[in-house]
């Protein structure tokens, strides 16, 4: 049996850590400002539940104000305990807004069966949002995504959609009325797991709708677990890389001009002009 008071001590050092990774990622990107009202999507998973918690206390250390609302959709999933998330925050004393949305019965009518829904899903969700954040007049809308979302985002981009891009710490809508930040995006999944189960929160299913699973996301999922156990560093170290970006070094002529490269005398090498002339021959 552990000794009490290691646990507490493990407790704490787990709150402090997260505090302050989520703090410096705040900082770093600017995520949230003075008099800055932010809605915080609470999903019923444990990473929502995490952020709202990480929020709530950085709030009360912070030399600036800002609001937090605390916002769920409603999705009008079959089994959704209705009751869970409403009981959740009255307790713990948030404002919050449960809006009431079936788009569960918009998908199912419109995917055909055994297809996966989450694509049409999220577009759905993410305009709801968007519509709420501005009823709501807040000026911010944060996510719950962690380290690890952003990471398997960037390898299936690279594996899936050949492309090198990941998901933001901050990004402006399409419309450009809403600024959305993730304020996790420093923390290891592990680490929420971890403290979801220190905290307790009251975890809702994540599958309810019945979709199929993400097997692309989850086979990433699996891959970093896979590095992190075996090369220790590898993850932090890919993770590191997205924030040291060298255009000049990749092969992408619309973020770094090629073509017009030249030497400091403005010029071409002649020898290289000379060693290219039979391949723009033959091109």
Same mark, same amino acid.
């Given at each position: 049996m552990k000794d009490p008071r290691k646990i507490a001590y493990e407790e704490n050092k787990l709150d402090k850590k997260l505090c302050r990774l989520t703090?410096?990622?705040?900082?770093?990107?600017n995520m949230i400002e003075d008099g800055d009202k932010v809605m915080v999507c609470l999903s019923g998973g444990k990473d929502s539940y995490a952020m709202l918690d990480i929020l709530m206390k950085l709030?009360?250390?912070?030399?600036?104000?800002?609001?937090? $609302? +605390?916002?769920? /959709?409603?999705?009008?999933?079959?089994?959704?305990?209705e009751d869970v998330l409403p009981n959740y925050l009255k307790k713990i004393g948030i404002p919050f807004h449960i809006e009431e949305q079936d788009t569960y019965g918009i998908v199912k009518r419109v995917i055909p069966e055994g297809k996966t829904t989450?694509?049409?899903?999220?577009?759905?969700?993410?305009?709801?949002?968007?519509? $709420? +954040?501005?009823? /709501?007049?807040?000026?911010?809308?944060?996510?719950?995504?962690?380290?690890?979302?952003?990471l398997e985002t960037l390898l299936m981009n690279m594996f899936h959609g050949g492309k090198l891009k990941g998901m933001p710490p901050k990004l402006k809508s399409?419309?450009?009325?809403?600024?959305?930040?993730r304020p996790l995006a420093y923390v290891p999944e592990r680490?929420?797991?971890r403290y979801a189960e220190q905290m307790a929160f009251p975890i809702i299913p994540c599958n309810l709708c019945g979709s199929q699973e993400n097997l692309q996301r989850n086979a990433m999922k699996a891959l970093l677990r896979e590095w992190e156990?075996?090369?220790?560093?590898?993850?932090?170290?890919?993770f590191s890389s997205m924030q040291n970006v060298v255009p000049s070094h990749l092969m992408d002529g619309k973020?770094?001009?090629?073509?017009?490269?030249?030497?400091?005398?403005?010029?071409?090498?002649?020898?290289?002009?000379?060693s290219w002339?039979?391949?723009?021959m033959m091109l």
């Open positions: 703090g410096q990622a705040i900082v770093d990107y709030r009360e250390r912070a030399p600036i104000n800002f609001e937090l $609302v +605390a916002v769920n /959709l409603d999705q009008k999933q079959p089994g959704f305990p989450c694509g049409l899903c999220s577009r759905l969700r993410r305009g709801i949002l968007y519509r $709420v +954040a501005g009823e /709501l007049g807040a000026t911010k809308i944060a996510l719950g995504h962690h380290r690890d979302d952003i399409d419309d450009g009325k809403h600024i959305v930040i680490y929420l797991e156990k075996k090369y220790p560093g590898r993850v932090e170290s890919l973020v770094f001009d090629f073509k017009n490269l030249t030497d400091s005398s403005g010029s071409v090498d002649l020898e290289e002009q000379i002339q039979p391949v723009q």
